[in-house]
Structures are given as structure tokens and as C-alpha cells.
């Protein structure tokens, strides 16, 4: 299991913690990080470009010329794409960029980023964000006192207030809670700051489900209890009995008759 020094604000050392290795020490997977990022963003997209067809522009549809004998190229509309102010041709219409992945592989992707994270050193377990008022000077004193410069993500409760406040001008700064931790944020920004309640909401949400009234189970307990599954004999197809011949019974012969 991963270990990690909890510190406080003014970045003392408080104690040290046991990280779940289920959700904190789960190896690289660079594919299913990739395929999260995709689906993220392209969910993002809005999809309202649009282009405007010789359906949609304005202009008369009278033909501005005969067909033949003007010794010009002959032109039905005016509104046609070949003309300035005419239609657009396979322009972008609007359309919806988002498709669904599958809830275990985005915790997965999850998990794989948090891992590396912490095997880069760059995440900072806190106790806690105990602001007095929400100000933005403070939080940012605190974040020099952590050693935090760069772009930082910070993972807490929304409940804290005054931490919502005060990192509203900090542009290098975002804060999310552990429900609306995404995989974007979490490789956009370099450094990583979470809360102690906040890690446990993280184990509890990303890591092995607990059975019924027992602790929680690994995988491998998970793969021994699993039944074996029955294998089923094949049904095999009785090819179809032929009809027996008839077998025609031979004329009785006729018996010569003797003079």
C-alpha cells in the first residue's frame, strides 16, 4: 500500500497514512487513460456549428437567364454555390458529439491516474482546509507554503465555503469534490491536493464494492468465490432414420407342365 505524509496548511508533518492500493496503487494504463480523455471531451463539445444550405439563404429562385442562346454558362438560381451569397456545400450542421463508456472503465481510468500521480510525487495529502474567512490572499499564502505555484487541483468538500470563495480569482487554481473528480482536470493540472476526508471518499467510491455485511473484497477474492461455471453438453443432432426399401418379393415361378 501506498504510504503518504498527511500535513497541515503550513505544510508541518502531521502523520503518515496507508493509501487504499486498490484505488491509489493500480498500474499505468495509458489506452483506457486516452479513451477517457476522448469520451470527456467530446461530451464537451457543444455541436451548435452550423452552415447555412441554398435551402437556407435569401434570394429569388427565378432562372436569371434563358438556357441556351445567351452563349453563357447556364445557371438555374441565384442562391446556387456556385455564386457569391449562395449556399453552403457540406458545411457543419449541428449534431450531438457525445457517446456513452462504460462506468467501470472511466473508474478505472481514474484509478490509473491517481496511482501515477502518486508514484510521481506529486500529490499532497492535507488534514484539512480550515479557513477562517474566505480570502483570497490566504489561500494563496497557504498554497506557497505547500509549494504549490503551478496549476494545482484541489479536491475537498464543497461544503467548505470559504475555500469556494477564495479560489474564485485564483486562476491557476480549481476546486472539485470527490464526485466531480474528472479525468481532464486530472492530468491538466500538475499538482494534486487532497483532503484526508476527501481520500476516503475516493476509496470509497473508485475502490472494490463491499459484499453484504463483510469487508471489502479484492479481486482475487472475487475470482476464488466465483462458481465454476457448468459446462453444458452440446446437443448433438440424431441424423434423420431413412425409411427402410421395400423390398418387392419375386413372382412365384410357374411350375412346367409335363405332357
Known sequence: MPTVKVRNLKNEEVREVELSDAVFGAPLNEGLIHAAVRNYMAN???GTSATKTRGDVSGAGRKLWKQKGTGRARIA???????????????????????NMPKKMRQGALRSALSERVREGKVTLIDGWSLDKPKTSEFVGALRQ?????????????????????????????????????????LYHEQLIISEAAAKELEQLLGPKKENGGETA?????????????????????PAEKPAK?????????KKETA
Open 44 to 46: 464537451a463539445r457543444q
Open 77 to 99: 438560381s441565384l442562391r446556387s454555390p456556385l455564386w457569391k451569397g449562395g449556399g453552403n456545400v457540406h458545411g457543419p450542421q449541428p449534431r450531438d458529439w457525445s457517446y
Open 146 to 186: 505547500l509549494g504549490h505555484e503551478g496549476k494545482t487541483l484541489i479536491v475537498d468538500s464543497f461544503d467548505n465555503e470559504n475555500l469556494l470563495l477564495s479560489t474564485r480569482n485564483v486562476q491557476s487554481a480549481k476546486v472539485v469534490n470527490s464526485f466531480g473528480l474528472n479525468i481532464y482536470d486530472l
Open 218 to 238: 479484492t479481486e482475487e477474492d472475487q475470482v476464488e468465490a466465483a462458481p465454476a461455471a457448468e459446462v453444458k453438453p452440446k446437443r448433438t443432432r440424431k
Open 246 to 254: 421395400k423390398t418387392e418379393k419375386p413372382a412365384p415361378r410357374r
